[in-house]
């Protein structure tokens, strides 16, 4: 049967317990010894040590029990010092059964504010089935061939389309001069890069989409909505302590989904896709896809 570890926030509560005593003599200076370790503590102003012998001042250390059942508090240190491996067992006991406690209020809070939890993954899910529908119809419209090479961009975080052109006349004197290159080289006059479009929400392309949003965020949620209170307190401490992770790792993980979401809204606007005809892709072949995008935000103005 697990422990419920006492919470001491400040000294005053320490006083206000009827053992407690600030100051006590310990072994070989009286027949007292060292119980147990009833619960740690961290305040903001220093406390003395409660061994008579000792009495260093610190911020955090531990409730513990004597053996004619009084209590004092101890730093760490002194814990060690004085009573040795009886107070490092009971110090680990006592800190693993508050990670524990710990780590069961925070899965339970999520339990707890679970519907809401589920409303937001449930519309990210529904998003995310719009989108896949819009990426595959990408796909099959310009090709596996084309399509590698707008997800190559997006890995590469390449969002601008570039082509190259002619240099003026100035431009090539000036490029003649500082390199290598003759004009009777026989390599042709020179070209340079400029800026045709920028594609928008590649970052949607990049990522992970399923693993980030389903694996990873909306099938451990709906797995944690069937569990009890009693389920959580029950659980074994490996599975509360991947799960506790898990939790504390949700918020950050909604922000990443969302954040790919937009990207898709924004890579999946008719005037963005039309932009891949720089790239290659006949307008005949977008158009359809175009005009059905086009709609869409008609209707959402609407």
């Not at 990522?207 to 451990?220: C, E, Q, Y």
Request: hydrophobic letters at 35%.
């Amino acid at each position: 049967m697990n422990q419920l570890v006492d919470v001491i926030e400040t000294y005053d509560d320490l006083l206000a317990r009827p053992s407690f005593h600030a100051s006590l003599p310990f072994h070989p200076k009286s027949d007292r010894r060292f119980g147990s370790v009833v619960a740690p503590y961290r305040f903001l102003d220093k406390i003395h040590c409660g061994i008579e012998a000792c009495h260093t001042p610190h911020f955090s250390g531990y409730l513990i029990t004597t053996s004619d059942g009084r209590e004092t508090a101890i730093g760490s240190h002194c814990g060690r010092k004085y009573f040795g491996a009886s107070f490092e067992k009971e110090k680990r006991r006592i800190d693993d059964e508050v990670r524990r406690q710990r780590r069961i209020k925070q899965v339970r809070s999520m339990l707890d504010d679970m519907s809401a939890q589920l409303v937001l993954v449930e519309a990210l899910e529904r998003d995310y089935r719009d989108l896949r529908e819009k990426k595959d119809r990408l796909m099959g419209a310009i090709g596996i061939g084309l399509f590698s090479v707008l997800k190559l961009r997006a890995d590469r975080g390449q969002i601008d389309i570039e082509k190259e052109v002619p240099m003026t006349n100035e431009e090539a004197e000036s490029f003649f001069e500082t390199s290598n290159r003759k004009r009777t080289d026989g390599k042709g006059w020179p070209t340079k890069s400029v800026f045709v479009a920028r594609i928008d929400g590649m970052e949607f392309l990049s990522a992970r989409f399923k693993d980030m949003l389903v694996t990873s965020l909306i099938t451990p949620m709906r797995e944690l909505s069937k569990l009890t209170t009693v389920d959580i307190e029950t659980m074994k401490p490996r599975d509360l302590t991947r799960t506790a992770k898990w939790v504390g790792e949700v918020p950050r993980s909604v922000e990443r989904a969302q954040a790919i979401v937009k990207a898709g809204h924004d890579f999946f606007r008719s005037e963005n896709i039309e932009k891949l005809v720089h790239l290659g892709t006949p307008l005949s072949t977008l158009t359809p896809m175009i005009n059905d995008l086009r709609d869409e935000e008609r209707s959402a103005v609407a």
